[in-house]
């Protein structure tokens, strides 16, 4: 994936998300809309090395460590369920067919694995 496309999926994922959540800015302020963008990329930097790597453990268990992370900074995981979700949505058509299918079942698989830690069960 080229930089520009990250960028255009990064910007747009991060404007959902503020979109969504007004208060985060208020909580997080400007540098937490750095923060938001920076973790995007972090999440589709780990989508592309799972995909070169034909290994989508590798980005479950950055899902699982983002999640304490993020979590001990009062970062709940619905909002890197939430986030996940809107790249789930926001990716098809962004990306060539077999990086895109790749990038789709990690996210799942990911987003199962922040209900189980989180208590829920299912994907929503």
């Known amino acids: 994936m080229n930089q520009e496309t990250k960028e255009q999926i990064v910007d747009e994922v991060?404007?959902?998300?503020?979109?969504?959540?007004?208060?985060?800015?208020?909580?997080?302020?400007?540098?937490?809309?750095?923060?938001t963008a920076e973790d995007n990329f972090h999440h589709l930097n780990h989508l592309e090395t799972a995909?070169?790597?034909?290994?989508p453990r590798f980005?479950?268990?950055?899902?699982?460590?983002?999640?304490?992370?993020l979590?001990?900074?009062?970062?709940?995981?619905?909002l890197i369920v939430d986030n996940f979700e809107r790249l789930v949505i926001i990716l098809?058509?962004?990306?060539?067919?077999?990086?895109?299918?790749?990038?789709?079942?990690?996210?799942?698989?990911?987003?199962?694995?922040?209900?189980?830690l989180s208590g829920r069960g299912g994907v929503r």
């Open 71 to 78: 979590t001990s900074r009062n970062v709940g995981t619905e």
């Open 14 to 35: 991060v404007w959902q998300i503020y979109e969504a959540y007004p208060w985060l800015s208020e909580k997080f302020g400007d540098n937490g809309r750095f923060r």
């Open 51 to 55: 995909f070169q790597m034909d290994d």
């Open 92 to 116: 098809p058509g962004k990306l060539d067919d077999m990086r895109e299918k790749a990038f789709l079942y990690y996210l799942q698989q990911a987003l199962m694995t922040l209900h189980q």
């Open 59 to 69: 980005f479950l268990d950055y899902t699982k460590w983002l999640n304490d992370i």
